[in-house]
T-cell receptor, first 113, second 113 residues
Framework: GENVEQHPSTLSVQEGDSAVIKCTYSDSASNYFPWYKQELGKRPQLIIDIRSNVGEKKDQRIAVTLNKTAKHFSLHITETQPEDSAVYFC????????????FGDGTTLTVKP | EAQVTQNPRYLITVTGKKLTVTCSQN?????MSWYRQDPGLGLRQIYY???????DKGDVPEGYKVSRKEKRNFPLILESPSPNQTSLYFC????????????FGPGTRLLVL
């Protein structure tokens, strides 16, 4: 089955700096890669996603890049703010199958003011 | 308001006492799924359902049962809970067409003594 590895497990940055979180996946058939943000005590919420026919996607301060050949994808947050502090999860699934979802173990991001 | 609800939100029980955690969505989503979240292990999929009367195992199905008799409901059943099932449980739903955003419920924190 699919295996998703996420790094780093914790990340601390100064407000205004950029943060990058990386995930690798094992199943070359995976073609849908969402990122979720989970604030303390809250439920995970989708912040951005990318499909394998696209190499990069941006939404304001957030971007995701995908390298299908290397089987890795990354979340980039620019101009970080204290409210970006949360746990971030990547996930991988096969879109056409649409059933199984495999998540990374999460990255705890702390943005220091 | 579009939402996924779970009940109960908190539950303390004893080993071997059968329990059910309910999940309901009002978005007419075909797909529903259960995850457990443990520290350092991210979200692990227990079971998922592509539609009524269609269920399948995720990565950690042992000790759990599900049913999908109605489109809106997807209960998680622990026939004989054990302490290693102490965890935070999330239900999620999404459409199987178009955007694959998963909407998560608020979570159920379960303690098995």
């Amino acid at each position: 089955g699919e295996n998703v590895e996420q790094h780093p497990s914790t990340l601390s940055v100064q407000e205004g700096d950029s943060a990058v979180i990386k995930c690798t996946y094992s199943d070359s058939a995976s073609n849908y890669f969402p990122w979720y943000k989970q604030e303390l005590g809250k439920r995970p919420q989708l912040i951005i996603d990318i499909r394998s026919n696209v190499g990069e996607k941006k939404d304001q301060r957030i971007a995701v890049t995908l390298n299908k050949t290397a089987k890795h994808f990354s979340l980039h947050i620019t101009e970080t703010q204290p409210e970006d502090s949360a746990v971030y999860f990547c996930a991988a699934s096969i879109d056409t199958n649409a059933g199984k979802s495999t998540f990374g173990d999460g990255t705890t991001l702390t943005v220091k003011p | 308001e579009a939402q996924v609800t779970q009940n109960p939100r908190y539950l303390i029980t004893v080993t071997g006492k059968k329990l059910t955690v309910t999940c309901s969505q009002n978005m007419n989503h075909e797909y529903m799924s259960w995850y457990r979240q443990d520290p350092g292990l991210g979200l692990r999929q227990i079971y998922y359902s592509m539609n009524v009367e269609v269920t399948d195992k995720g990565d950690v199905p042992e000790g759990y049962k599900v049913s999908r008799k109605e489109k809106r409901n997807f209960p998680l059943i622990l026939e004989s809970p054990s302490p290693n099932q102490t965890s935070l449980y999330f239900c999620a739903s999404r459409t199987i067409q178009g955007k694959k955003t998963q909407y998560f419920g608020p979570g159920t924190r379960l303690l098995v003594l």
